[in-house]
């Protein structure tokens, strides 16, 4: 009889799944051969249905996942238009830069927006060779003195160019490094 009872009551915890069609073979069995044979449980059956019936009928608004994705969609299309914003205001203000450094380095009068160092448009160049055991420190003595800026080099070959002083003929200089013949391997102008 105990068992009887309990089998029952396991029964009628189950109608709820029944009625929702989510029991295994052996339990929808169990539930089936109690409703043929107890009025109560069919009663307490037909009611879960009606209640599953009206809930069903029942529109129901947006779940609170349906707004966490609505929010969600709404924050991604807020920072993308932002991101777009950011980058147009970047791109703009790169743009202007830009623009202002080509007015200003084209504008008419003034002084030259980029010089080459050591070199005067036009001048000649010294073409030097030093001797490779020459000390950099005579070698540097050496182009002070003269007045003698080196301004490329080495080549591939180890030749420097070198701009002339404007305040010393070319001809004294060319003489004075020919005559340090103990670091200077040649020297020679470049028109």
């Known amino acids: 009889m ?15 799944f029944h009625v929702n069609g989510s029991l295994s073979a052996e339990e929808r069995a169990g539930v089936e051969n109690l409703l ?95 001797r490779p055991d020459a000390p950099q420190g005579a070698v540097s003595e050496l182009l002070v003195d003269n007045d003698v800026v080196i301004v490329d080099g080495p080549s591939a070959l180890g030749l420097y160019h070198a701009a002339l002083p404007d305040a010393r003929p070319g001809g004294d200089v060319l003489q004075a490094l020919r005559s340090a013949s103990s670091l200077v391997e040649s020297v020679g102008i470049e028109e």
């Open 2 to 16: 105990i068992e009887q009872v309990d089998t029952r009551l396991r029964a009628i915890e189950l109608l709820p």
């Open 36 to 130: 043929a044979t107890d009025e109560d449980a069919r009663r307490q059956h037909e009611q879960l249905v009606g209640l599953r019936r009206v809930i069903q009928a029942e529109e129901t608004g947006p779940t609170p996942g349906e707004f966490g994705l609505a929010r969600l969609k709404s924050a991604i299309d807020s920072e993308r238009r932002v991101r777009r914003w950011q980058g147009l205001v970047a791109a703009s203000v790169a743009g202007l830069a830009v623009a202002g450094a080509i007015a200003y380095a084209v504008l008419p009068g003034g002084e030259p927006v980029y010089v080459q160092a050591g070199a005067s448009a036009g001048h000649p160049l010294l073409v030097i060779a030093f």
